[in-house]
């Protein structure tokens, strides 16, 4: 078993993996999730980041294993396909909204509130647009919010 110095140096090493280099810092992280289907319980789980420079998703990827077997899923056995991460620059980000989260949303939707990000591809400018679902405590919804201020209703 690890000891917790070892287990911090761990999570630090992995959190610094999302930086590019000089000068980048990490703002904001959060365990969370790309919403790649039409169904509330389409999410791919990952993690979510903002840093100094980039937002950054990246899907982790996981199977579940009983003695060694894998256990397909109860819907069956997941269409195999390359792990999602999304990179958007700071600078290309052009909107971010958050849904209503009421009560039936709640009880009915998605584990977590879903927010949608915006912005514009490089190269090409075309407008990009994809919804994460986040943990509505964690520190990466305030940072969004401060980087996109929403207008008052």
């Keep these: 078993m690890k000891s917790t ?15 590019s280099g ?10 969370g999730g790309w919403k790649c289907g039409p169904g509330k319980d389409d999410i791919a789980w990952g993690v979510l980041a903002l840093t100094s420079q980039r937002f ?8 579940k294993t009983l003695l060694g ?16 991460e999304y990179i958007v620059p700071r600078s290309a980000i052009t909107g971010f909204e958050e849904g ?21 591809e ?7 647009s994809e919804s994460f679902s986040v943990d509505p405590t ?3 919804l305030v940072a969004l919010r401060k980087l996109c201020p929403q207008p008052k209703a």
């Design 5 to 19: 110095h070892e287990q911090d140096e761990e999570a630090r090493e992995f959190w610094q993996s999302f930086l």
């Design 22 to 31: 000089e000068g980048e810092s990490l703002e904001a992280k959060a365990m």
């Design 56 to 63: 950054i998703y990246r899907e982790m990827v996981s199977e």
């Design 69 to 84: 077997f894998r256990l397909a899923s109860p819907r069956g056995p997941k269409k195999e396909r390359e792990p999602v």
């Design 100 to 120: 209503p989260r009421g009560i039936l949303a709640r009880l009915f939707g998605p584990p977590f509130p879903v927010f949608g990000l915006r912005w514009t």
């Design 122 to 128: 490089e190269g090409s400018g075309a407008e990009r």
């Design 138 to 140: 964690s520190e990466i």
